[in-house]
């Protein structure tokens, strides 16, 4: 599907999911079949019947239960850092959504992004975390773990859904659309009905869920995490700029380039810093810029994400990226150490041959 049809689609169904109107209420059946599978889904893991694996070590899932980007990547990158601060010793999975290939394999600084997927390349980037992609989380866990055997604690970027790895604390990440007119897909963008009735139970040990939102909505009942865009900006030959510079009365034409689930959101915060945009390019997620022309960059300065940087630049050099400054409260991050302090503590008492909670 061309990238601009499979935007104008996505918008449409965006809009329709604000609120329960002609088109959700069309896809409702629909949405009643979708619940079915996916309760049906949950009580075969339950009971057994489909199984669930785990690995040694404590394994925490980020992830989200609406449709589209609601902030999983800065969150796994917050979480990461935070757990290096306290001496843990963590790795990162993931599927590498969007990449080229299944092959499982261990992602570092200099890999092409088409090979390891933009998240994970970004997430290794920015904490030096041994990241593993695999065509399932079990093998890229388990991967991660033979050629990094002292990891205590694997963070999943993503899978809150998918409930055959075995999975210790799950952290879910809303932005402002909340549970937007709270119907399943594709009459609403749910994944799965929210809130849960219960917390999800993989066949053992059932999950502590922390919920953490990332827009600005006072009524959110969980905890929050503040998000902005960096001072400063940062070219592919490493040179550096105040992002100011780009509203000075010399400075060059400014076209801004997103291929993320929401790129509205990115253009929304350049124009709250005053940045007079003077083109915006929205592009699907995850895309691989190789169908934009090499002399996008003439006569603009280009501005990206960060996670769009690694492929732009292969054909934009020049193009600059703004890093985002992503900042959850404190009181988040005290929750994440008391369960990771039980579930660890559960662990090595089951190690010991004692029975756990």
Known sequence: MPGALRLRLQASLVRAWTRRGLIAGLL???????QMVVWLRRQLYAAGIFQTQSVD???????????????????????????????????????????????????????????VGDEPLLIRRA???PVFVGQTRHEAATALLARHPATEIIVCDDGLQHYSLYRDLEICVFDDRGCGNGWCLPAGPLREHWPRHTVARVGQHPARLLTLHTGSDPAFAGYTAHRSLAPSVV???????????????????????AGIAQPESFFSMLRARDLPLDQTIAL??????????????????????EKDAAKLWSIAPRAWAVPLVFQPEAAFFTAVDTAVAERLAAKLSSAHGHKTA
């Open 28 to 34: 409702w059946p629909a949405s009643l079949l979708f």
């Open 57 to 115: 070590a404590l394994v925490i899932v980020v992830g989200n239960v609406v449709a589209g980007g609601a902030g999983k990547t800065p969150t796994v990158i917050a979480l990461v850092q935070h757990l290096q601060a306290q001496g843990r010793i963590v790795g990162v999975i993931s599927r590498g959504y969007g990449r080229d290939g299944t092959t499982c394999i261990e992602v570092q600084s200099d890999s092409p992004p088409h090979i």
């Open 127 to 129: 904490t030096n975390a």
């Open 235 to 257: 070219r592919r030959d490493g040179a550096t700029v105040p992002l100011s510079a780009f509203n000075a009365p010399d400075a060059r034409p400014l076209a801004a380039i």
């Open 284 to 305: 699907p997620d995850h895309y691989h810029f190789d169908s934009l022309p090499p002399s996008i960059d003439e006569g603009y300065d280009i501005i990206c994400t």
